[in-house]
């Protein structure tokens, strides 16, 4: 059973940051991406930021400059440093680890609130 377990939501300001952390019970190489989604209220949920097996990332356009996705292959974990953050980015955020084309798992969700 594969569990991510992430950390490090809470309420901010306008123009603050927060790093989240997602901790996977097995290595992060048993998948070919590990990322961050995040849904708002009424909305669909959404990609964030992406992180590959071989180390490339991407980035929804509009974190783009202002998050960062990064990994501790020692311990597991993924991270995502959130700058400059908009009340806009307020959402719940979630862990995924894609397995292969139709396996992947999440998180039970962190809450992120920014406030203006």
């Known amino acids: 059973q594969v569990q991510l377990v992430e950390s490090g939501g809470g309420l901010v300001q306008a123009g603050g940051s927060l790093r989240l952390s997602c901790a996977a019970s097995l290595s992060i190489f048993s998948f070919n991406a590990m990322g961050w989604y995040r849904q708002a209220p009424g909305k669909q949920r959404e990609l964030v930021a992406r992180?590959?097996?071989?180390?490339?990332?991407n980035y929804a356009d509009s974190v783009k400059g202002r998050f960062t996705i990064s990994r501790d292959n020692a311990t597991n974990t993924v991270y995502l440093q959130m700058n400059s953050l908009k009340p806009e980015d307020t959402a719940v955020y979630y862990c995924?680890?894609?397995?292969?084309?139709?396996?992947?798992?999440w998180g039970q969700g962190t809450q992120v609130t920014v406030s203006s």
């Open positions: 995924n680890a894609l397995a292969g084309l139709l396996l992947q798992y």
């Open positions: 992180i590959f097996s071989g180390g490339s990332t």
